[in-house]
């Protein structure tokens, strides 16, 4: 059974840093792109970032370029995202999500495995 967990959300002024993590179980880790979506209430759920099976290999939203840094440790199964620099139009229920997704990274559909997400709210 295929797990993911996620971890790391809270509470946090505009200008501070949040780092929320994955941690994964029940799959090839290492083979998987893990992508990093988020929901705002009345939105649709939106790319944020991804990091494909090559740690060096990543993508991001231009809405969090320069902020937001994805990475992953394919020995402890996690992925992570280091927010930065937080808006308070960040605020979201942000959700990590496993899929075998070639180059379409941004697309939800591609997303086989999904956590039960973590609420990120920024206030200015």
């Known amino acids: 059974q295929v797990q993911l967990v996620e971890s790391g959300g809270g509470l946090v002024q505009a200008g501070g840093s949040l780092r929320l993590s994955c941690a994964a179980s029940?799959?090839?880790?290492?083979?998987?792109?893990m992508g990093w979506f988020r929901q705002a209430p009345g939105n649709e759920r939106e790319f944020v970032s991804a990091i494909g099976w090559s740690t060096g290999n990543t993508n991001a939203a231009d809405s969090v370029k320069g902020r937001f840094t994805v990475s992953r440790d394919n020995a402890k199964t996690t992925v992570y995202l280091q927010m930065n620099s937080l808006k308070p139009e960040d605020t979201a229920v942000y959700y990590c999500a496993a899929g075998l997704t070639g180059s379409s990274w941004y697309v939800p559909a591609k997303y086989a495995y999904w956590g039960q997400g973590t609420q990120v709210t920024v206030s200015s």
């Open positions: 029940g799959l090839p880790f290492s083979r998987y792109t």
